[in-house]
């Protein structure tokens, strides 16, 4: 088992670039999100599903889009980086509901300039 | 909406000395979560509280859910370097909505 994979670990894109942050995941867990993780703001929820086909905003949905055509995969895309999105995205899952152990990927750690 | 204050936001100790970390919320909880985040990792869980007044340990590690489930607390006896990290709580809500604390970040003197 590999838990949750997120691809790439880093990227540096330029303003107005667009671009998708890969997360997947082999446990056949029903919920997935994301998140975003900045100095002195703790875990901030961008986007989850509860299932394919599902997905439903989460506290700072901005800026940012996501699509769960499969149980496995949930990536997240960004449409046109800002520096405000710079910080260190995590995706998790869990079995069944939010309220299961949430497994985190490794994260990766977005810089735009 | 609901809210998770955690305290407090830095702990720095000794190597042997006690921990204590606290979360406070502005609502009734369903359960509360732990996580621990290593500086540079990601978090990983290390324990879920849901029946009001419950106390688990871990070894070292003793998890409080209050009686009114709307606190909790994670004490560590004895710090070992090992135990550097950020620990945080996550409070289940209404819909099963979760509302992160902001972590604690415990450094250890060895």
């Known amino acids: 088992n590999a838990g949750v994979t997120q691809t790439p670990k880093f990227q540096v894109l330029k303003t107005g670039q667009s671009m998708t942050l890969q997360c997947a995941q082999d446990?056949?867990?029903?919920?997935m999100s994301w998140y975003r993780q900045d100095p002195g703001m703790g875990l901030r929820l961008i986007h989850y599903?509860?299932?394919?086909?599902?997905?439903d905003q989460g506290e700072v949905p901005n800026g940012y889009n996501v699509s769960r055509s499969t149980t496995e995969d949930f990536p997240l895309r960004l449409l046109s980086a800002a520096p405000s999105q710079t910080s260190v995205y995590f995706c998790a899952s869990s079995w069944g509901t939010s309220y299961n152990e949430q497994f985190f990927g490794p994260g990766t750690r977005l810089t735009v300039l | 909406g609901q809210q998770v204050m955690q305290i407090p936001q830095y702990q720095h100790v000794q190597e042997g000395e006690d921990f204590t970390t606290y979360c406070n919320s502005s609502?009734?909880?369903?359960?509360i979560q732990w996580y621990k985040q290593r500086p540079g990792g990601h978090p990983v869980f290390l324990i879920q509280l849901v029946k009001s007044g419950e106390v688990k340990k871990q070894k070292r590690l003793t998890f409080q859910f209050g009686e009114a489930k709307k606190n909790s607390s994670l004490h560590i006896t004895a710090t070992q370097t090992t135990d550097v990290g950020t620990y945080f709580c996550v409070g289940g809500g209404s819909n099963y909505k979760l509302t992160f604390g902001k972590g604690t970040l415990l450094t250890v003197n060895p």
């Open positions: 609502t009734t909880l369903s359960n």
């Open positions: 446990m056949n867990h029903e919920y």
């Open positions: 599903s509860v299932g394919a086909g599902i997905t």
